[in-house]
């Protein structure tokens, strides 16, 4: 019962309460007349010591709540949680109730009800004790524990924040909170509310002895940097550690106190995200029409998702899988605080020439994130004419199309597998850069009414996207491993999708045409620390050498193509940007007249081409041969 009671909606809970109080209310004017009589009565006789009718004798108690309700609702009586209800809010009860028995005093007086003068200071005696009787019983009922809560829990820190979170677990019966975390020295042995303040050196011991099921981290603690030092203080219990909500939407209903969730990968990963600046978030797309290609992947959704949040005058994806283009349409639509109507969807590809200029002429593009391409590294190994069809050629026909119909902005998506490829992916990812850059050159010289800048971004593992190895650890965990990781030294960057797309969109921003952006990624982490982690996380142990518990990690090769580590960078020139994790790499580029040669051999390619033969074409034509150390030589698989 109590929990339904505290899972009720907010509106609803006032209700009741308001219920609750008519009740006691009317309860109080009749039992004034009551104790006044001497005896108790039935209201339906009248009052027989004044003649009273009963018509008016209901009146008059009926008189009682309506007056007294609207006075409670007008000092926010409504709007405290009974479960926190203090002194001042008994106080305020009281004072509220004295006004409205006053109030109804001199309305009866002024109507000329013949009521003894005794009943106005007893009804107004009695309506503050019971309304503040019903608040008192119902905070203690509500806030009272069941025997054997299930689960001991600690609290990290213990600030306002810790303390309205212990104020609220206090009420639920299956935490009972056995104490709270903290750094500071002075405050050890110390406790609040007789529950103790400890030390983050004992909490081993702590965990042990007191069988403590869940360490709670507060909103406000759960930005990267912090939480990911909270993480490295309770290293050893991490699987333990909970991330609640803000305790705002808690009481608003927006959230549960229950809904706590769990440490993710992310929240090791992850950095502290720079704040944002709000003008190169916006310069390319408030009020404009933006055109996303690839818009139902990974990248090209979470860019849908946030162009669409920055007020663009039309949002349009372009997607050739029908099922990701419904999926990320109806996503943006059911949200209800967007504009349906500034959203358009094309269904189709964009090494489809024809289609794709057709999309750019029926609609006035001022700018395009393009992020459309083939990605997978191992597939396309064995699968290159689609690479070369969709991250060549169709990155040359969106441009092509851009050109031609006046867009101001195009911004492409590339990779850090475009740096020194050894594998078909990057090889056409660099191409395609190298293509763009070439456009951009030619427009400068020759093509004068042209005002388009295009752009590259470049950056490396984006976390939970669809070739991301985080997805694929998960579903091998859920199975009980084993967990494959090429080699014990592989290294890549890691970076959170929504990081990495805000930093593509305030890249498109700084653009001035031609320009290559590289990422800040931060540190590269090893692989094979990676799956551990995630192992720990889920509450299982990595299997030991010659033992069969836990979940095991093999070494499957590195893939063809596959480099030991991923670089940003082809050489050492770069330029600083106008924001911190931007940076302009300075590197070579082909002319356009060299561009157009191969890209009329890439378009007339035969489909029947020797893989070698493709391999040494696309070497070719990026100019990639040197600085191959510790890369993978894929021509001699």
């Not at 009787?133 to 299930?150: D, E, K, Q």
Request: glycine share 4%.
């Amino acid at each position: 019962m109590k929990d339904f009671l505290l899972n009720l909606p907010r509106n609803i809970k006032r209700l009741i309460l308001i219920f609750v109080d008519i009740a006691s209310l009317s309860f109080a004017a009749y039992l004034a007349f009551v104790i006044r009589a001497g005896s108790f009565f039935d209201p339906y006789n009248g009052y027989a010591i004044t003649n009273i009718t009963p018509d008016e004798l209901l009146l008059v108690i009926s008189l009682a709540p309506i007056i007294a309700v609207p006075v409670l609702i007008y000092f926010r009586l409504y709007r405290s949680i009974t479960r926190y209800i203090s002194s001042e809010t008994f106080s305020k009860i009281a004072y509220a109730l004295i006004i409205s028995g006053v109030a109804w005093s001199s309305i009866l007086i002024y109507l000329g009800f013949p009521i003894p003068r005794l009943i106005y200071p007893t009804y107004i005696l009695f309506s503050i004790s019971f309304v503040c009787y019903t608040r008192f019983t119902a905070r203690n009922y509500l806030m009272s524990r069941a025997l054997g809560a299930t689960n001991n829990v600690l609290i990290y820190s213990i600030d306002n924040e810790a303390k309205a979170l212990f104020q609220h677990l206090s009420n639920h019966i299956k935490y009972n909170v056995v104490g709270f975390i903290t750094s500071d020295s002075k405050l050890e042995r110390s406790v609040f509310s007789n529950t103790p303040i400890i030390n983050i050196n004992d909490i081993d011991s702590i965990v042990e002895k007191k069988n403590i099921k869940e360490i709670l981290i507060p909103d406000i603690y759960q930005k990267t940097g912090e939480l990911r030092n909270i993480i490295k203080n309770l290293h050893s219990h991490k699987k333990i550690i909970r991330k609640i909500p803000s305790l705002e939407n808690i009481v608003t209903g927006k959230a549960n106190i229950s809904d706590f969730k769990k440490i993710d990968i992310k929240d090791l990963l992850g950095r502290e995200t720079v704040k944002s600046d709000s003008y190169l978030l916006k310069s390319c797309i408030e009020n404009k029409t933006v055109l996303v290609t690839g818009a139902g992947g990974s990248i090209g959704s979470e860019l849908a998702r946030q162009i669409i949040s920055l007020k663009p005058k039309l949002l349009i994806l372009f997607e050739q899988s029908e099922y990701f283009l419904y999926k990320i349409e109806n996503e943006i639509k059911s949200n209800k605080q967007i504009d349906g109507s500034k959203l358009k969807i094309y269904l189709g590809s964009v090494s489809d020439k024809k289609y794709t200029e057709y999309v750019f002429s029926s609609n006035k593009v001022d700018t395009v994130y393009h992020a459309a391409a083939c990605k997978h590294v191992p597939l396309i190994e064995s699968n290159p004419l689609s690479a070369i069809t969709t991250n060549i050629l169709g990155s040359y026909y969106v441009a092509k199309s851009a050109i031609k119909n006046n867009v101001k902005n195009f911004i492409f998506v590339s990779s850090d597998k475009a740096v020194r490829p050894t594998n078909i992916m990057g090889s056409t990812k660099r191409f395609a850069e190298i293509t763009l850059q070439s456009m951009q050159d030619n427009i400068l010289k020759y093509n004068e009414n042209s005002k388009i800048k295009f752009c590259i971004v470049r950056f490396g593992n984006v976390l939970d996207t669809s070739g991301s190895v985080i997805p694929l650890f998960r579903e091998q965990i859920s199975k009980g491993g084993p967990l494959t990781v090429t080699h014990p030294d592989i290294i890549r960057y890691f970076m959170t999708i929504e990081e990495a797309v805000e930093l593509v969109i305030q890249a498109g921003s700084l653009s001035d045409g031609g320009e290559i952006y590289i990422l800040d990624m931060g540190e590269p982490i090893k692989v094979l620390e990676l799956a551990k982690e995630m192992i720990k996380l889920s509450g299982n142990n990595v299997r030991k050498k010659n033992s069969v518990d836990g979940i095991e990690i093999i070494f499957t090769g590195l893939r063809p193509g596959e480099k030991m580590y991923e670089e940003l960078f082809i050489n050492d020139e770069k330029r600083n940007t106008l924001h911190k994790d931007i940076v302009c790499a300075i590197e070579s580029k082909l002319s356009y007249d060299k561009v157009i040669e191969y890209i009329d051999t890439f378009e007339n390619i035969k489909l029947n081409i020797p893989h070698k033969e493709l391999q040494s074409l696309l070497s070719e034509s990026i100019n990639c041969d040197d600085n191959k150390k510790n890369i993978i030589d894929i021509n001699k698989k």
